[in-house]
């Protein structure tokens, strides 16, 4: 029997041990960070060293880096009509975002459902610009928000382009960077973004810690939790100083193997889907034709149910994904693809195979050998269903 083979790692990724390291270290300290007492400063410590090591997987500054309980929260916090370049006279008029953003920028942030407009994608999940320059015309101080990289097909965003389009607009651009940042190169500056959000649990952090990054300048007037004024009274609580500590290790890490890492995963991305056509060769790839994160990889077969090849998977000891792990569980067919324009009967089939720094080749052909079970006992059922027919 094989051991098992993680490959939803745009669901959440293994704990790096750099992460659990800083935890454990974190856990051993009594104080809370904004005691002035040694105890207290020594928590206040781990929270901005690990500030300064967010800071630096984006080339942003520190003191620009607000820590959330995840990146729901983080675009919750960003996407408000006050998020401001000074003062309120600044209030954003609408906010607009890419049909295949994440559920938590297309539930819109703070802003009324009578200011939010979605953004066609093309077949292959990129932003249409032209649709986007006409989107934005005569709109009056917009937020466009656009994912760096999608977490169900890995598309990736022209952001740099999108953000000229944006400015020139006069609007402010915030970017959803939680599957791109540590996989792909992604500075704020280079982006051209004013807003970003991270998630920790996607880059060997824990669950439950994220970032929002704001550009120079750029200020949230209307904080998301009133209280203690912590997180420069943007987010008040005590804060989760054994995440956030852990958090900042996964970036200083991923920071550190990035372009290595990336360079495997694309290697080992492109044996799956080479294999993948070799056992099934009408497979379609979602998103193949635009540049992809290297690890991510959204497939079908037709006439495929993605329920049942989960399963099969599964029990083979393979852990795939039937698209994002929070519409699984829902017989939905993916928002990602209805935007893409896909048939839903084809989309119905969609799996996703995410891959880490640790994947191994022996994994890939693993999950191939499992590859070739599914497909060959969906072709005998497609028989027998053709023969009771
Ligand atoms: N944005 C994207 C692109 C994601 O993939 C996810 C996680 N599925 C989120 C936001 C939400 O992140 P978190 O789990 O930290 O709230």
Not at 312 to 324: K, P, T, V, W
């Amino acid at each position: 029997m094989n051991e098992r083979a993680y490959f939803d790692w745009n669901a959440t990724a293994p704990l790096r041990p750099e992460a659990r390291a800083a935890m454990v270290a974190a856990l051993g300290l009594t104080g809370n960070a904004s005691s002035v007492h040694a105890e207290g400063r020594a928590a206040r410590q781990l929270i901005e060293n690990a500030r300064v090591q967010v800071a630096a997987l984006l080339g942003a500054e520190a003191s620009h880096v607000t820590f959330t309980s995840g990146a729901t929260e983080a675009n919750m916090l960003a996407l408000s009509p006050a998020v401001t370049t000074g003062g309120r006279k600044g209030l954003r008029g609408k906010l607009f975002f890419a049909a295949t953003e994440h559920p938590s920028v297309r539930a819109g942030g703070r802003f009324p459902a009578d200011k939010i407009e979605e953004l066609a994608v093309g077949r292959d999940g990129l932003v249409d610009l032209h649709a986007l320059k006409e989107a934005l015309a005569g709109a009056e101080r917009p937020l466009v928000s656009v994912m760096l990289a999608n977490n169900e097909t890995g598309v990736i965003q022209p952001i740099a382009e999108i953000a000229g389009i944006v400015h020139e607009a006069g609007g402010l651009l915030h970017v959803d960077a939680v599957q791109g940042a540590g996989r792909i190169l992604c500075r704020m500056d280079e982006l051209g973004a004013d807003l970003l959000t991270l998630s920790s649990h996607k880059l060997g952090g824990p669950q439950g810690a994220g970032a929002l990054i704001c550009g120079r300048g750029i200020q949230i007037e209307e904080p998301l939790i009133r209280g203690g004024g912590q997180e420069r009274g943007l987010r008040a609580g005590t804060e989760n100083v054994a995440a956030i500590a852990g958090f900042g290790a996964a970036c200083a890490a991923a920071l550190a193997v990035r372009q290595p890492a990336a360079a495997r995963m694309a290697a080992l991305r492109d044996r799956l889907e080479a294999g993948l056509k070799a056992i099934a060769p009408e497979v379609v790839i979602f998103g193949a034709g635009a540049p992809r994160l290297p690890n991510t990889s959204l497939f079908a077969v037709p006439g495929a149910k993605a329920e049942t090849a989960l399963i099969a998977f599964d029990l083979s000891g393979i852990a795939l994904s039937s698209g994002s792990a929070c519409s699984s569980g829902k017989v939905q067919v993916s928002a990602v693809l209805a935007a893409m324009g896909v048939e839903p009967e084809l989309a119905r089939g969609a799996l996703r195979a995410s891959l880490g720094w640790t994947t191994t080749e022996n994994e890939v052909d693993n999950l191939l050998n499992a590859w070739r079970n599914v497909v060959s006992s969906l072709l005998k059922k497609q028989t027998q269903e053709g023969i009771a027919a």
